[in-house]
């Protein structure tokens, strides 16, 4: 790991006694989610997925943008480090004869201008670790918006990018790869991995409790797109929906 990242983890654990005795505000729930089973979309499966999107004073804890502390936070801006969860891949079925990847760790940093409640833009880069090495960052935009009835309605534009040995993680083929799986070489490149749309609704239940629904459309670009997986057994544009129920803390 490098000092960079050393430094990230320690300036994110070394939280003050004070931002955590701030009290819980945001919402916790679990849900279903019908994905991707791999970033090339060879076959989708259903999982069980956590809805997080809880605040304690500066520090946040989101399914989508992990552990992050706000260091610097000033008139709508903020930055400082993260931790995320960055998913593996099991080579089965149609992505038999390729290798395993295993699930990773993200660590690095973000910044975020977000003025009012319901719209943000953000970025952020981080280092991959526990698995193959590699670097990936993502940046995009969030607005949000009332439906009528308590239904609040969320937009969300992301793009996401990936170094070279981060997209020969889960794009490339190797010669003996290719000779077990039957599926042709290939030598994946950095840069732009993949676009995704989402559009989210929150339905309110009860007092505290929420119903929260997502579809999104995720469509592969540059290397990761040319990539013989996606091109034999994969799709160059994959769906996602998901459905959680959540408690929401004051």
Request: glycine content about 14%.
């Amino acid at each position: 790991m490098s000092r960079i990242t050393v430094a990230l983890f320690a300036a994110l654990t070394c939280l003050s006694a004070n931002v955590l005795a701030d009290g819980i505000t945001g919402e916790a729930g679990a849900g279903l989610s019908y994905q991707p089973h791999d970033p090339t979309g060879s076959r989708h499966d259903i999982r069980p997925v956590p809805y997080l999107d809880l605040d304690w004073g500066d520090v946040s804890l989101s399914t989508d943008d992990g552990l992050t502390w706000s260091a610097l936070k000033t008139n709508g801006f903020s930055a400082g480090p993260f931790l995320n969860y960055l998913p593996g891949r099991t080579a089965n079925g149609s992505l038999q004869g390729l290798h395993d990847v295993p699930d990773m760790g993200v660590i690095g940093g973000f910044v975020q201008y977000a003025p009012a409640d319901f719209w943000r833009v953000f970025a952020s880069v981080g280092e991959a670790v526990g698995g193959p090495q590699g670097v990936v960052g993502r940046a995009g935009g969030e607005i949000g918006y009332p439906l009528g009835g308590g239904v609040i309605g969320s937009s969300n534009l992301t793009a996401h990018f990936a170094d070279g040995q981060q997209n020969q993680a889960f794009y490339g083929v190797s010669a003996a790869a290719s000779q077990a799986s039957g599926i042709a070489r290939y030598n994946a490149g950095g840069g732009l991995q993949n676009v995704a749309l989402t559009q989210s609704f929150e339905f309110p239940l009860a007092a505290h409790w929420s119903l929260l629904t997502s579809a999104s459309w995720i469509h592969l670009t540059g290397s990761a797109a040319d990539s013989s997986i996606v091109k034999q057994v994969g799709q160059q544009d994959q769906g996602e929906v998901q459905a959680a129920v959540a408690y929401k803390f004051d």
